[in-house]
Nanobody, 122 residues
Framework: VQLQASGGGLVQAGGSLRLSCAAS????????MGWYRQAPGMERELVAS???????NYAESAKGRFAISRDNDEKTVYLQMNNLKPEDTAVYYC?????????????????WGRGTQVTVSS
């Protein structure tokens, strides 16, 4: 399973970006999907997640500014980020909890994308 993230870039404070992450490969079902971020010298933290039934969960810092969504047909998760702040600067990683079959045996694993840089200038 591969996760390909895109949509990062440089934006001024108050601007917007939309991140996308498409999953491909041996996938039976994508369970939860999420976005995490890691700033220099900091630990990776959850930004937002969305369940298979589209229930969402947000970090306090993201509430009211970010919106996570998914397209199950396209196996893609999105993160709409509005009113960006310099403290949102980080590498953003997508994550997917995937169910699949290996030699007819059901399995479930966690996958990470490579990350996309988001830089917000003041």
């Amino acid at each position: 399973v591969q996760l390909q993230a895109s949509g990062g870039g440089l934006v001024q404070a108050g601007g917007s970006l939309r991140l996308s992450c498409a999953a491909s490969g041996n996938i039976f079902r994508i369970n939860s999907m999420g976005w995490y971020r890691q700033a220099p010298g900091m630990e990776r933290e959850l930004v937002a997640s969305i369940s298979a039934s589209s229930a969402t969960n947000y970090a306090e810092s993201a509430k009211g500014r970010f919106a996570i969504s998914r397209d199950n047909d396209e196996k893609t998760v999105y993160l709409q980020m509005n009113n960006l702040k310099p403290e949102d600067t980080a590498v953003y990683y997508c994550n997917a909890d995937v169910s699949y079959y290996s030699r007819s045996i059901p399995r479930r694993s966690d996958y990470w994308g490579r990350g996309t840089q988001v830089t917000v200038s003041s």
